[in-house]
């Protein structure tokens, strides 16, 4: 499944538009943040012509999974208008497979009758990112960035629906990952909301983009993701 640019826009553009109409203010000179997004996660493919049919099987099987990134985040004022933004933040993300049928050579009465996987990569992200403040007044604002990933978690959780109805699931997780470390690209809009003199809340709908796969090997997997980040900042007293 491939991202539908126009939906991403028009998102970003009515959750823009319903921010710009709150209460502005201009943003303080630092700020620090916690913040939480729920994301859209999945990847695309790139692999010569030769391992196509690879691509379109995957492609045929899996769909994207929701994920989430949480951290801690330091915002500075550069220059007018202009903020750095540095983040810490743990991101899960991946992929699942599409629920299909199991067949056996000699079924069992109580066996499961479907399946599908669900696959999880944590990592240790490091956003930099610059904030530009659109209006004097306002805190309404785009960011462009690059977080720097690395791998910390891969985990499979194996979904089973058996023959009366019911469900039950298995997970088997490592503290470690076959995937590799990297970098994304990431883009926002959002809005500053002003609570009182030290306490702000931001609102940013997001995309993000790996620039390096995450699995070297002949079928290269590009993970990314779009969502609403979420944060509380505080400015610091004058």
Request: with cysteine.
């Amino acid at each position: 499944m491939k991202p539908n640019c126009n939906k991403v826009f028009l998102i970003f553009l009515f959750l823009s538009t319903q921010f710009s109409l709150a209460k502005t203010s201009a943003l303080k000179r630092t700020m620090f943040g916690f913040t939480f997004s729920s994301e859209y996660s999945y990847r695309f493919l790139k692999a010569e012509s030769s391992y196509d049919w690879e691509v379109d099987l995957r492609n045929e099987m899996e769909v994207p999974k929701f994920g989430y990134t949480v951290g801690f985040n330091i915002s500075q004022q550069i220059k007018k208008k202009f903020f750095v933004e540095v983040a810490f933040c743990y991101s899960n993300k991946g992929e699942q497979t599409k629920k299909s049928d199991l067949i056996y050579d000699d079924p069992e009465p109580y066996g499961a009758v479907s399946k599908y996987t669900r696959y999880t990569f944590g990592y240790c992200e490091i956003p930099v990112r610059l904030n530009y403040q659109l209006f004097d007044s306002a805190s309404f604002f785009t960011s462009v960035g690059f977080a720097f990933e690395i791998p910390v978690l891969e985990k499979r959780k194996y979904f089973y629906t058996y023959s009366d109805g019911h469900e039950s699931h298995v997970s088997s997780y490592t503290l470690s990952s076959s995937a590799e470390g990297g970098i994304s690209i990431i883009a926002g809009i959002g809005y500053f909301f002003k609570v009182s003199k030290m306490l702000y809340i931001k609102s940013e709908p997001f995309f993000k983009c790996s620039m390096t796969p995450f699995y070297n090997s002949n079928i290269k997997d590009y993970f990314y993701s779009y969502g609403l980040d979420v944060g509380i900042y505080f400015s610091k007293r004058k």
